[in-house]
């Protein structure tokens, strides 16, 4: 005999100033299941989640039924809402760093939510805290405990997120998120980790995302979201194998294809010999420094115009250090020879002129670019600083050209940051490199948290910007999905150690080092094969 569910939302509609932007969405979570809420990025998954706990700002309309178990959410005060949310209902964000306050440590924030919502305090909240840290996998939880957010990992943080979530024991939980710009390895961890506390705690999981391959894994139904309106429901067979809606059917097919264009040379135009960065660590009073930390162990690696060399590895592995040690912005030991030029050699005014041949793309699109410039003065800022000798007609003419370029109308040209999407945002600090016409970009991470869709768009533009102007690429990613659709070679890291080196092809299907066949494992292109 079929029973309720535990979590019911039934023609959930949001407004904001009269714009729709969720439109009469139904779906349940039953208790033990996970239920996968997926759509690209403004497709309304984050907020018909926060419509139904309540925790839209005031000028959103909500209309539709709400139910948890037999409690009826949409009637309840706002006190009522304060004892439901961190206790019955628990939520994890999708940045963690951002979740966190900066200003307690980890210790005092999960006793918080244990005081707050069962009245536990001093030792009893203390060993509670060590137990919930034990569970969510992290390992030396008392020295956790007095330790700050920043001083952890992305994969630590989350589970310490996860870790306050569980706290109050709660019937529900809503991830949103969770894994975003984590690592594969630790993906797959965190996911496996929520499985087993769903199961331990008997809970249900509405787990929002846009990463397919982890809802193949780890969710038992998944409902699909496109512009707020519900495209279907039902098992990961049937929605994976026989998709009814046509853009679930783009979804699914939206993986990045084709592979790089030939190489220009074998000559190389970029080349590092026994490069290594290390970091001094702080000396205690009273006695001796210890040994410093050797982030990235010295090597060795080429890369040719024309070429994208691939680097990849787990957060810690070195990757980004790399790319700072090449662009000269942290200290390092070694040679670094741009086209018979040594960078490592120069200083000041020289190095600043060779810059204008590296630019570089980072992660996030938004860190990166000012909230308090228009796109023009964004893109154009590097321009006006190396040619100084260009009017500003032939500036204006430039940033025309480039925007379009990289697929943006001339009108974005006076809008703000804040008003695009990530994948937009992410042109802009494309169009924004390739402005000064560099003969290589380093790109770090640079679709990580955009959605499959989007980072198929952008992986294509700048495989078309590599074989209209034969620029070389280091491309930073831990997505291998991706890495094999845009490197001719993949550099492998662990712990600054070098682990494989070779093509791309050969890394990817033949991989020599089992820490490879780990990330392989872990990535998307093991899910080629499965329903």
Not at 340 to 369: N, T, W
Request: net charge neutral; aromatic share 4%; with cysteine.
């Amino acid at each position: 005999m079929p029973t309720d569910p535990l979590f019911e939302l039934d023609d959930i509609s949001v407004a904001f100033n009269g714009r729709t932007v969720v439109d009469r969405l139904s779906l349940s979570v039953d208790t033990g299941e996970t239920l996968a809420l997926v759509g690209e990025s403004g497709s309304g998954k984050t907020v018909a989640a926060l419509a139904a706990l309540n925790l839209l700002p005031d000028n959103a309309v909500v209309s539709g039924r709400r139910r948890l178990a037999a409690t009826d959410l949409a009637a309840l005060s706002r006190r009522q809402w304060q004892t439901v949310l961190g206790n019955r209902i628990g939520f994890i964000f999708q940045e963690p760093m951002t979740s966190l306050n900066p200003l307690h440590t980890i210790g005092r924030q999960l006793g918080e939510t244990l005081r707050l919502h069962q009245g536990i305090r001093g030792e009893p909240a203390r060993q509670r805290c060590l137990q919930l840290l034990e569970q969510v996998k992290l390992p030396r939880a008392a020295e956790l405990l007095k330790v700050w957010p920043h001083q952890l990992s992305g994969g630590q943080r989350q589970r310490v997120m996860i870790a306050m979530a569980i706290a109050n024991n709660p019937q529900l939980l809503v991830a949103d998120e969770p894994t975003t710009a984590l690592d594969v390895t630790v993906q797959q961890d965190i996911l496996a980790l929520l499985a087993e506390l769903r199961d331990q705690h008997g809970m249900g999981m509405l787990f929002i995302t846009h990463d397919l391959n982890l809802v193949r894994r780890h969710a038992d139904r998944v409902c699909v979201l496109h512009h707020g309106e519900h495209q279907e429901t039902g098992s990961i067979e049937e929605v994976f194998t026989r998709p009814r809606s046509s853009h679930t059917r783009e979804l699914l097919a939206a993986d990045p294809e084709g592979r790089p264009g030939p190489v220009l040379s074998a000559n190389p135009l970029l080349a590092a010999r026994q490069l290594a960065v290390s970091f001094k660590r702080p000396k205690r009073l009273l006695s001796r420094r210890p040994p410093a930390f050797e982030a990235v162990a010295p090597l060795d690696l080429q890369v040719a115009p024309g070429e994208t060399l691939g680097v990849v590895g787990e957060s810690g592995s070195g990757k980004t250090t790399l790319a700072l040690a090449l662009l000269r912005l942290v200290s390092s030991h070694g040679e670094i020879d741009f086209d018979g030029v040594r960078l490592d050699q120069l200083h000041g005014e020289a190095l600043r002129r060779q810059r204008k041949e590296i630019q570089v793309v980072f992660q996030d699109p938004y860190g990166s670019l000012s909230p308090r410039m228009p796109v023009a003065d964004i893109v154009s800022e590097g321009l006006r600083f190396h040619h100084p000798e260009l009017s500003d007609d032939e500036v204006k003419q430039r940033v025309r050209r480039t925007l379009n370029e990289v697929g943006l109308p001339e009108d974005v040209a006076q809008r703000y940051p804040h008003e695009f999407s990530g994948g937009q945002r992410q042109r802009i600090a494309v169009a924004r490199a390739i402005i000064l016409e560099p003969r290589l970009i380093i790109l770090d991470e640079p679709t990580s948290a955009l959605d499959r869709t989007i980072q198929k768009q952008l992986v294509e533009l700048l495989r078309d910007l590599q074989r209209r102007h034969g620029i070389s690429y280091l491309f930073i990613s831990h997505d291998l999905a991706v890495v094999r659709a845009m490197a001719h070679r993949i550099l492998v890291l662990r712990e600054g150690q070098v682990v494989e080196h070779g093509d791309s092809e050969q890394v990817l299907t033949r991989p020599g080092s089992d820490y490879t066949r780990t990330l392989i494992a872990a990535s998307s292109l093991a899910s080629d094969s499965t329903p």
